[in-house]
């Protein structure tokens, strides 16, 4: 790790920070311990990332696999592992979770469903070309409203947000 992490309890000032992240989190990761070297920052990561991961319209399967996609395009293989429970408990199976390791998950429609493979779309070209082409957002329009076409995006943004900072401190090396 680039940053070392603050062990909590171990800095009163940070006990109301740190309480918040217990109550969303039921513990304080890794990137959290590396967080809270920059309070504010550790405060606001912590509301948002919640607002994403657990006030979201998008269904928790896709959420948690647009998380696994965008932490195997990004080589965060500590933000992957982390959320491999959290998609086996939104009812991913094992099967898909180590396909969305494949270059060309997207396109393997006998494993993916055709929602799928548009949402992985979107985020291998969010995640690896920024710009999104139509002919990749389009198709998403008939299954999702405009507030979860704006989580979707959301998710796949903040989540590049996390494994590259991630990635960047060598948090979880």
């Given at each position: 790790m680039?940053i070392?992490?603050?062990t909590?309890g171990?800095?009163?000032?940070?006990?109301?920070i740190e309480?918040?992240?217990?109550?969303e989190?039921?513990?304080?990761?890794?990137?959290y311990?590396?967080?809270?070297?920059?309070?504010?920052?550790?405060?606001?990561?912590?509301?948002?990332?919640?607002?994403v991961?657990?006030?979201?319209?998008?269904?928790?399967?896709l959420?948690e696999?647009i998380?696994?996609?965008?932490?195997?395009?990004?080589?965060?293989?500590?933000?992957?592992?982390?959320?491999?429970?959290h998609?086996?408990?939104?009812?991913m199976?094992?099967?898909?979770?180590e396909?969305?390791?494949?270059?060309?998950?997207?396109t393997?429609?006998?494993?993916?469903?055709p929602l799928?493979c548009h949402?992985?779309?979107?985020?291998?070209?969010?995640?690896r070309?920024?710009?999104?082409?139509?002919s990749?957002?389009?198709?998403l329009?008939?299954f999702?409203?405009?507030?979860?076409?704006?989580?979707?995006?959301?998710?796949?943004?903040?989540?590049?947000?996390?494994?590259?900072?991630?990635?960047?401190?060598?948090v979880?090396?």
């Amino acid at each position: 790790m680039r940053i070392t992490p603050v062990t909590p309890g171990t800095r009163p000032e940070l006990a109301a920070i740190e309480a918040g992240i217990m109550a969303e989190r039921g513990r304080v990761s890794p990137l959290y311990q590396v967080l809270l070297n920059s309070p504010p920052l550790a405060q606001g990561w912590e509301q948002l990332l919640t607002a994403v991961r657990n006030r979201n319209s998008v269904p928790a399967l896709l959420r948690e696999m647009i998380i696994l996609r965008v932490a195997v395009l990004n080589r965060a293989p500590y933000e992957f592992e982390a959320h491999v429970p959290h998609a086996l408990a939104a009812g991913m199976p094992s099967e898909k979770i180590e396909a969305l390791r494949e270059p060309g998950a997207g396109t393997q429609a006998g494993m993916f469903s055709p929602l799928e493979c548009h949402v992985i779309a979107l985020t291998d070209a969010m995640t690896r070309d920024i710009e999104v082409p139509d002919s990749v957002f389009d198709p998403l329009k008939p299954f999702f409203s405009e507030q979860q076409r704006v989580d979707l995006v959301a998710t796949v943004a903040s989540y590049n947000m996390v494994s590259r900072f991630l990635v960047a401190l060598r948090v979880g090396h």
